[in-house]
């Protein structure tokens, strides 16, 4: 789409006040997104306010509602809740409170507010602005304010973030704080993994979500647990027998742990709650199972935010104050939000009445329009989870063995979320009717007839391990072309899915060019991205880059507090990406780093000098500390080394330097919850591809596809999953560099600059105009967003 830019320069907050607020039960990622609004604000020369306490905060005044300065919003990005604290208040619900409020803002001159919380924290602050005009004239026939007063505040803007670990707001596909409170449960799912399995025990966790399963229901999906209770999907009658037939199969295929997930919601058809508790005295007493209940609890909420929702959050609280400055009188309150991996306004009122749907549907026992109106997102995490968690049996399998052979293999470095990707590729391809081999060792184990068949059970506890238990090589196939149509040929494979970066993609374009060559690559090909690096064409993330973004960010943390206990220190940390500067950029971002080079964005000593004088004058402040982050090959001349020598040199009496080096820390770990998700859920997409492809391919006993459009790389871009020819993405691909000649995040960069205080440009062209919440067709859940 060919757009003139458009800059925000034009756009001056000069002599406009804002107030910031958090309220509600607090998320992690809150504080990166208030940090976010302060910055901008006093960016773009408006004045901001702190309100403490949330509307209870408003409606008291005096030092709850304070000026704030750009030092005011350091070192909270990294700290959960809220730093500005929150509150239930009873007052606020009252037309007395809110006058109040009104005139504590008139006070101060505040007719903007960004509004950071729940459902129905928006939807108080929308009646404010409903009643805004008429409490100012109630204010002023009551004598506490002047007449001059009512004509120069007349207006209320309102801009609220979804800030809920629930993500039970519709029109949004993330809500701040969501990603990390999966953190937490993963984190938990992993160590209790370990017990049960030493026991042969069943766990029942219990997670958050009183009127939403989204918690329950992705961790669900990232740990392969046996069985998921949700309040929009209860289970049918007779769900007590299903399930235990199911725990008792799996333990007879020698699993040795269950684990059962129960939203603190869950309900049965009739409505009735179905408790952790009740879950527990089920298997106890129908299959004696040493069976456990964990309790998750307030430790959802807590911890560190992850990288995601501090990216999310500093993202949302630019996108709030452009809307805040552009709003008219006319403008409804919106809603800035995420859909895809786009920012998009929304007007406020249509989300708060969308998700009121969902649980009038859920109280009238329409189960299955509450998972529509939940969201594509919602329904297709669904949907892939019936798909991987129940293998059907034989008898329910396609009535016509296909006979297909399909064959997945990792190539190039490993990425944290491969072993989710093959997994759920096998038990798709197996429920769809194929017959499953993994290729050992990339196409160097492919040549050399490393290739075994797996089965449905082989798989089992894949998604939470990280590295690539198949192995991975970075050989392309070139070399081997021969022996490869050979080792095709011999185990009949009839399609292949290649789990891999930038060399996985080689890959493919290799074999699509021999298929003049060797008939047997003339099968159903597809690519799935996967590396940290996050360069591969035709798509805006690959699967690692998320977990190799959180090592990153987690260092940071604890190097940027080393910093700040022995005062004036600037580190230089190196990353892994090789000339992608996707690490470096965004790790910065969510470190709240003073800069990050990268080889997209060429730079020169004059840009290195101005760096050492920023960071001169801002040890002068009372932030005494700097981060650096520099990609390995984004100059081959400024090492790191350099830059190291160049800072301590310029900065000699007034900082020391330090350099850290992450190397492949950033490839190992265990794979986040992001990574998990993304990885199962195009993985089985593609398999669903696969199949139509070789449906449609299958001629006179034999697979034969020769067209571009069967070698294809599915990837995500901006709100859509899109399967592109392989071919046609050459086009847009620097091979020198393995990069893609455009990146969508290099639109982010100017977002870090601010936030770090360098005066930049900042393209909002994509910035939101407002939309409206869509409602979706079934049809499009399958073929939709992620």
């Known amino acids: 789409m060919d757009h003139q830019p458009k800059f925000f320069e034009n756009l001056s907050g000069t002599g406009k006040a804002i107030g910031v607020l958090t309220s509600g039960g607090d998320a992690q990622g809150m504080n990166a997104a208030v940090r976010a609004v302060v910055r901008m604000g006093i960016y773009v020369k408006a004045k901001v306010y702190f309100v403490y306490e949330g509307y209870q905060g408003m409606v008291d005044g005096g030092d709850n509602i304070v000026e704030v300065s750009w030092e005011s919003v350091s070192s909270i990005l990294q700290v959960g809740g809220t730093v500005i604290g929150s509150a239930r208040c009873k007052s606020f619900r009252t037309r007395e409170g809110r006058l109040q409020a009104a005139f504590n803002l008139v006070q101060r001159g505040i007719t903007n507010l960004c509004v950071i919380g729940g459902d129905g924290s928006l939807t108080g602050a929308n009646l404010f602005r409903e009643e805004w005009s008429g409490l100012l004239e109630e204010l002023a026939q009551k004598g506490k304010i002047d007449e001059d007063a009512v004509k120069k505040y ?118 009735k709650p179905i408790t952790s508790e009740k879950v527990k005295d089920l298997v106890v007493q129908r299959l004696g199972f040493d069976t456990r209940v964990t309790i998750l609890g307030h430790v959802q909420r807590g911890g560190t935010p992850s990288a995601f929702d501090r990216i999310l959050a500093s993202r949302m609280g630019v996108e709030a104050v452009l809307a805040l400055l552009e709003a008219t ?12 991996n786009q920012a998009v306004r929304l007007p406020l009122m249509e989300c708060v009445q969308m998700t009121q749907e969902v649980q009038k549907a859920m109280d009238e026992g329409r189960f299955v329009e509450a998972v529509r109106l939940r969201g594509r997102s919602f329904e297709n995490n669904l949907n892939t989870y019936k798909l991987l968690s129940h ?26 979320g491969m072993n989710a990707a093959v997994r759920a590729a096998v038990r798709v391809g197996i429920t769809e009717g194929h017959k499953m081999f993994a290729v050992i060792d990339g196409f160097e184990g492919f040549a050399r007839g490393k290739i075994k068949e797996i089965s449905w059970g082989d798989v089992g506890g894949w998604t939470g391990q990280g590295g690539s238990i198949l192995g991975t090589k970075r050989t392309l196939p070139a070399k081997y072309l021969e022996k490869i149509a050979d080792q095709m040929r011999t185990n009949n494979i009839n399609a292949l899915m290649v789990i891999g970066g930038f060399e996985a993609y080689e890959s493919c374009l290799q074999l699509h060019e021999a298929r003049s060559r060797f008939e047997e690559f003339c099968v159903p090909i597809c690519v799935l991205p996967a590396t940290i690096s996050n360069n591969v064409p035709g798509t805006d993330f690959s699967i690692g880059a998320d977990t190799a973004l959180n090592a990153i960010v987690e260092t940071c943390d604890r190097i940027k507090q080393s910093a700040s206990g022995t005062k004036r220190r600037v580190f230089i940390i190196e990353t892994m990406g090789g000339y992608c500067g996707y690490l470096a950029n965004m790790g910065a971002l969510a470190a709240g780093a003073d800069a990050a080079y990268i080889f997209e964005e060429q730079f020169d000593i004059r840009e290195l000098q101005a760096n050492v004088e920023h960071l001169t004058e801002k040890m002068k402040t009372s932030i005494q500390r700097g981060l650096v982050l520099r990609n390995e090959n984004c100059n081959e001349n400024y090492t790191t080394d350099f830059i190291y020598q160049l800072y301590s040199e310029e900065g000699k009496g007034v900082f020391d330097c330090r350099k850290n080096v992450l190397g492949h820390m950033q490839q190992g770990g265990a794979p986040s919850p992001f990574d998990r998700n993304f990885g199962t859920k195009i993985s089985a997409k593609a398999m669903q591809w696969i199949s139509k ?20 790389l599915l990837g995500m871009r901006r709100r859509n999953l899109v399967f592109q020819p392989v071919a046609e993405l050459k086009t847009e691909t620097d091979f020198v560099h393995r990069i893609p000649k455009e990146q969508w995040w290099l639109k982010l960069r100017p977002l870090m600059k ?10 909002v062209s994509d910035s939101g105009q407002l939309e409206h919440v869509a409602m979706h067709s079934p049809k499009e859940a399958e073929t939709g967003a992620i």
């Not at 009188?329 to 895809?340: F, R, W």
């Not at 059907?392 to 990425?415: H, I, M, S």
């Not at 492809?693 to 294809?712: I, M, P």
Request: glycine share 6%; charged share 25%; proline share 4%.
């Open 754 to 763: 601010i936030l770090a205080k360098y005066k930049t440009s900042y393209d």
């Open 154 to 271: 007349a207006y209320l803007n309102i801009v609220g973030m979804v800030g809920s670990i629930d993500n039970d707001f519709c029109g949004t596909d993330m809500t701040i704080g969501t990603d990390s409170a999966l953190h937490r449960i993963i984190e938990v799912v992993d160590a209790i993994m370990t017990t049960a399995q030493s026991h042969q025990r069943t766990f029942v966790l219990e997670v958050m979500g009183r009127h939403c399963g989204y918690l329950a229901l992705v961790s669900a999906l990232a740990c392969g647990a046996d069985w998921v209770f949700i309040p929009e999907y209860p289970p049918e009658e007779g769900w007590e027998d299903s399930m235990c037939v199911k725990l008792s199969e799996n333990r007879a295929r020698k699993k040795r742990l269950n684990i059962i997930i129960v939203a603190e919601g869950a309900i049965d058809c009739h409505n």
């Open 693 to 712: 492809k070789l449906k449609e391919t299958y001629r006179k006993g034999k697979v034969f596809a020769n067209t571009d459009d069967s070698v294809c």
């Open 391 to 416: 293998k059907k049996p034989d008898a329910e399998l396609p009535k016509v063995r296909t006979n297909f052979n399909v064959a997945v293999l990792n190539v190039g470095a490993p990425a944290a």
């Open 329 to 340: 009188p006319a403008t409804p309150a919106c809603v800035v939000s995420l859909s895809g």
